[in-house]
Structure formats: structure tokens, C-alpha cells
Nanobody
Framework: QVQLVESGGGLVQPGGSLRLSCAAS????????MRWYRQAPGKERELVAL????????NYTNSVKGRFTISRDNAKNMVYLQMNSLKPEDTAVYYC???????????WGQGTQVTVSS
């Protein structure tokens, strides 16, 4: 079955950095675009970043452009989110998401908490 396991969250001061990781299994990772979402308390889940299957193209929500970088390692079935210059408004639970060709469907990890606070 499809499994996505995030790690790397934690408490960081404003201006700091974190690197989130997502380990994927149960589908053909190398042909699947991957996404990072986040959900802050009281807010809807929002798409943060997307990377195409070969990693040749990425997209970001405006609020993280220039600060976050999504990347992937298809040999290891891993996707990453490097987060720099973190702000308190980046505080949220971050989720890795896959929409593979097969098995069809949207699959989510359990989420990892990121808290930006002094």
C-alpha cells in the first residue's frame, strides 16, 4: 500500500531553517509529481510546493517563494522541503502528498509539526 512518512519538523526561532523529509513507498515514485501541503490552526490546508516527477520543474505558493526549496531523490524515493528564513506564519503541520498513476487516489502522510517561535 502507499505510505508517506514525514520527518524533520520541530521548534525553530524566526529566521531559522528546517529540512523536512518524506519517505515514499507503495507506488512508482519516479513517475509521480510530489507535493508539500501545510495546515495552520483554524485555516484550510494549502499547497506549499510541487515538484514534477524528474524534478525538472517546481512551483511554490507566493508566501514561500525565495525561502523554501522542494527537491527529490528518485533513487531513494524521498522528497524534501528545505525551509529557510522561517517566519511565525509558517507555523503549521506539514504534509507530504502523492497522487500516483497507480494506485489511483490522493495519499497523505501523517504530518510533521513545524513551530516558528522565539
Amino acid at each position: 500500500q502507499v505510505q508517506l512518512v514525514e520527518s524533520g519538523g520541530g521548534l525553530v526561532q524566526p529566521g531559522g531553517s528546517l529540512r523536512l523529509s518524506c519517505a515514499a513507498s507503495g507506488f512508482t515514485f519516479s513517475i509521480s509529481p510530489m507535493r508539500w501541503y501545510r495546515q495552520a490552526p483554524g485555516k484550510e490546508r494549502e499547497l506549499v510546493a510541487l515538484i514534477t516527477s524528474a524534478g525538472g520543474s517546481t512551483n511554490y505558493t507566493n508566501s514561500v517563494k525565495g525561502r523554501f526549496t522542494i527537491s527529490r531523490d528518485n533513487a531513494k524515493n524521498m522528497v524534501y522541503l528545505q525551509m529557510n528564513s522561517l517566519k511565525p506564519e509558517d507555523t503549521a503541520v506539514y504534509y507530504c502528498m502523492a497522487r500516483p498513476v497507480w494506485p489511483r487516489g490522493d495519499y497523505w502522510g501523517q504530518g510533521t509539526q513545524v513551530t516558528v517561535s522565539s
